[in-house]
């Protein structure tokens, strides 16, 4: 008997394997829940809203998680630069400026949670 933990969706199950000889019924063990494993959570600063709010909004296209920021409050970008890497259903997508300018806020931090919609960003 050979016993694992495996972790589906963040909950870890304790799971016993046996090991059948030739000829022998199998036999099918139910999943013993074990207490839920947490994922381990980078510390990410707080949300950098650095100056006001510019004239151009960059609005998260789809719910997802803010994976990496790229650019900095005060950074000349051009049109088509990557200011945040965003996850949404195991995809990284990269967000990019819409239009030439400066950073004048970012308005989330590495780990937060987005909806559609919501201000990640804006432009002078």
Do not use: C, F, H, W
Not at 71 to 84: I, P, R, S, T, Y
Not at 85 to 94: D, P, R, S, V
Request: proline residues 7%.
């Amino acid at each position: 008997m050979k016993n694992y933990r495996i972790t589906v969706n963040g909950v870890a199950y304790d799971v016993a394997v046996e090991e059948l000889g030739a000829g022998a019924a199998p036999v099918a063990a139910a999943p013993v829940a074990a207490a839920p494993v947490a994922a381990p959570v980078a510390a990410a600063p707080a949300p950098a809203a650095s100056g006001a709010a510019g004239a151009v909004k960059i609005e998260s296209p789809m719910p997802g998680k803010i994976l990496a920021i790229k650019a900095n409050a005060g950074q000349a970008v051009k049109k088509g630069d990557v200011v945040m890497i965003l996850e949404a259903m195991k995809m990284e997508n990269e967000i990019t400026a819409p239009a030439d300018g400066t950073v004048a806020s970012i308005n989330v931090a590495v780990g937060d949670s987005v909806e559609s919609g919501d201000t990640l960003a804006s432009l002078n």
